[in-house]
């Protein structure tokens, strides 16, 4: 098969994962503008990034060069590996909780049983959805972790409070006003993400479902 025929083949998953790419570097930009503290987009690009790119590589990938991209234009700080990690979490939020699968192409004969479900409709195999209810949880997971994670961290290695049950009490309580911030951003970005890419797909059908298994 040639390189042609099988983005021919692949368009719609393609076309997918252009559009989705171009979603989170629009995203990303916002970033380096002036916000309140916690308040950006990366903690949503995350989510919508294991939510929707299908290949496993990529939907951890698009969220690191976005921090790394921004970080190395804003600078780096003792936490920043930490703050990378947590936005892994989110992605792993995202591909569980909203993730939906996609099928396969025609041409299954001879697959596993496991093929052969996965390549029927979402509805006959009861693959998850991408329902307002899924975003809201996620999204509110996504961001209770950011906080328990980060928090943890400036309390573990930094000289802000001191290394004792009490001082890690503290350091919580004292993150809760920023905590508001990050659900909030998290919910507001969420939303346009999802927002977005929902109208794209009522508005070109072509978006609205990968036709191979390994599309991205």
């Known amino acids: 098969m040639n390189l042609k025929t099988f983005a021919n083949e692949n368009k719609p998953a393609l076309l997918r994962t252009v559009l989705i790419l171009a979603m989170i570097v629009l995203a990303a930009v916002v970033r380096l503008a002036p916000h309140p503290w916690n308040f950006t987009p990366v903690g949503a690009i995350a989510l919508f990034s294991g939510a929707m790119v299908r290949d496993r590589c990529l939907a951890f990938l698009f969220p690191l060069l976005v921090m790394f991209t921004t970080d190395a234009i804003m600078g780096f700080n003792k936490l920043s590996l930490l703050v990378y990690a947590s936005f ?3 992605v792993l939020i ?3 909780v909203v993730g939906a699968r996609f099928s396969l192409p025609r041409g299954t004969k001879g697959a596993s049983p496991r093929a052969k479900r996965e390549s029927q409709p979402e509805s006959a195999t009861g693959a998850k959805k991408r329902t307002l209810q899924r975003i809201a949880g996620a ?7 950011f906080f328990l994670v980060t928090n943890f961290g400036v309390w573990a290695f930094l000289t802000t409070y001191p290394r004792t049950p009490a001082g890690l009490a503290a350091c919580y309580l004292a993150g809760i006003p920023l905590f508001w911030n990050t659900l909030a951003g ?4 969420t939303t346009l993400l999802f ?7 009522r508005l070109s059908p072509i978006l609205r479902q990968p036709t191979c298994r390994d599309a991205l």
């Not at 999204?139 to 972790?145: K, N, P, V, Y």
């Not at 998290?186 to 970005?189: H, I, K």
Request: charged share 10%; no cysteine.
């Open 88 to 90: 892994l979490l989110s």
């Open 94 to 96: 995202g591909r569980a």
């Open 139 to 145: 999204t509110f997971l996504g961001s209770l972790q």
């Open 186 to 189: 998290d919910a507001f970005y």
């Open 195 to 201: 927002g977005s890419f929902a109208l794209a797909e």
